[in-house]
């Protein structure tokens, strides 16, 4: 049974960072990538990027480029999102979603604000 | 970067009605990379159609897409009590990839 298990709520200050896990169980960890996608409350979904499991290649939208970074580890089957320089608009609901089909299996999300 | 505009923001409707939702895209989209989620509240988004026309593991039939190049729709068939909720396009054939606004189906 596939599975994506996100790491939980965090409260962050503007300027800190956050890295938010995503670990993937039911399924060969390499047979897919994993996407990020972020929710602000009360708006709709926008695209991060995306990391090549088995490489680890990465692609990001171009908004966040320079301040995010997309791992991997394998021996876990973890994925993880670090976001850094936290500005009040990055307070969202963070889901991963498996690369298939857009994305078949999603994260519960995780709840990062970012308050003074 | 290719937009995605979804019509109509909002659409009240009984159940057992009819639904139709569009999504029109600022360029052409391959039909093989178009999908359709579905969203409700606190609840991350649910793949409901893929590849334009093909629903995903475990979705009704009551749920359908169409179109091609910019023009793409779901339609709901009949609506049934949980369907109500917020649904979502998108095109992963192109990066980045794009959501659109969305479609709120309320209870009229």
């Known amino acids: 049974q596939v599975h994506l298990e996100q790491s939980g709520t965090e409260l962050k200050k503007p300027g800190a960072s956050?890295?938010?896990?995503?670990k993937t169980s039911g399924y060969p960890f390499f047979n897919y990538n994993i996407h990020w996608v972020r929710q602000a409350p009360g708006q709709g979904l926008e695209w991060m990027g995306w990391i090549h499991t088995y490489n680890g290649d990465t692609k990001y939208a171009q908004r966040i480029q320079g301040r995010v970074t997309m791992t991997t580890?394998?021996?876990?089957?973890?994925?993880?999102m670090e976001l850094r320089?936290?500005?009040?608009?990055?307070?969202?609901?963070?889901?991963?979603?498996r690369d298939a089909e857009g994305g078949d299996y999603w994260g519960r999300g995780t709840l990062v604000t970012v308050s003074s | 970067e290719i937009v995605l505009t979804q019509s109509p923001a909002?659409?009240?409707?009984?159940?057992?009605?009819?639904?139709?939702?569009?999504?029109?895209a600022s360029q052409s989209v391959g039909s093989s990379y178009f999908a359709w989620y579905q969203q409700k509240s606190g609840q991350a988004p649910r793949l409901l159609i893929y590849a334009t026309s093909n629903r995903a593991s475990g979705i009704p039939d009551r749920f359908s897409g169409s179109g091609s190049g910019t023009d793409f729709t779901l339609t709901i068939s009949r609506l049934e009590p949980e369907d109500f909720a917020v649904y979502y396009c998108q095109q992963?054939?192109?990066?980045?990839?794009?959501?659109?606004?969305?479609?709120?189906?309320?209870?009229?």
Do not use: H, Q
């Not at chain 1, 580890?73 to 993880?80: E, I, K, L, V």
């Not at chain 2, 909002?10 to 029109?24: I, K, Q, V």
């Not at chain 2, 992963?92 to 009229?108: A, M, N, R």
């Open chain 1, 18 to 22: 956050v890295k938010v896990s995503c």
């Open chain 1, 73 to 80: 580890d394998a021996s876990t089957g973890t994925a993880y």
């Open chain 1, 85 to 97: 320089n936290l500005r009040s608009d990055d307070t969202a609901v963070y889901y991963c979603a």
């Open chain 2, 10 to 24: 909002t659409l009240s409707l009984s159940p057992g009605e009819r639904a139709t939702l569009s999504c029109r």
């Open chain 2, 92 to 108: 992963y054939g192109y990066s980045p990839l794009t959501f659109g606004g969305g479609t709120k189906v309320e209870i009229k």
